[in-house]
Nanobody
């Protein structure tokens, strides 16, 4: 059984930074992509970044390019999301998810329907 645990959220002022972590446990062969998603107050869930864990391909939503950086530490089964120059509109619950797909491109990695395992989320609150 795959379990994903997020950490690193918190309350910060605009302009600050946070690094979120997503640590996976379980048989690693059951996923080859890990994505980060967020859901702000009154908003739908949106993808922000994803990584192909075997090949290292990285994809970002256009809305966060330049401020978000996704990376992984394979031995630790951990994927990070570095968020810089935080804005109040970044406020929300951030979730990581893992999935196993065949066709890897921006469209599939940033599609939440491709993911089968989800964490509980970590809250990010940005004040102005």
């Amino acid at each position: 059984q795959v379990q994903l645990v997020e950490s690193g959220g918190g309350s910060v002022q605009a302009g600050g930074s946070l690094r979120l972590s997503c640590t996976a446990s379980g048989y690693a062969g059951t996923w080859n992509i890990v994505g980060w998603f967020r859901q702000g107050p009154g908003k739908e869930r949106e993808a922000v970044a994803g990584i192909w864990t075997a090949g290292g391909g990285i994809y970002y939503a256009d809305s966060v390019t330049g401020r978000f950086t996704i990376s992984q530490d394979k031995p630790k089964n951990t994927v990070y999301l570095q968020i810089d120059r935080l804005k109040p509109e970044d406020t929300g619950m951030y979730y990581c998810a893992a999935g196993l797909i065949v066709t890897i491109n921006k469209g599939t990695i940033l599609d939440g329907n491709q993911y089968t395992h989800w964490g509980q989320g970590t809250q990010v609150t940005v004040s102005s």
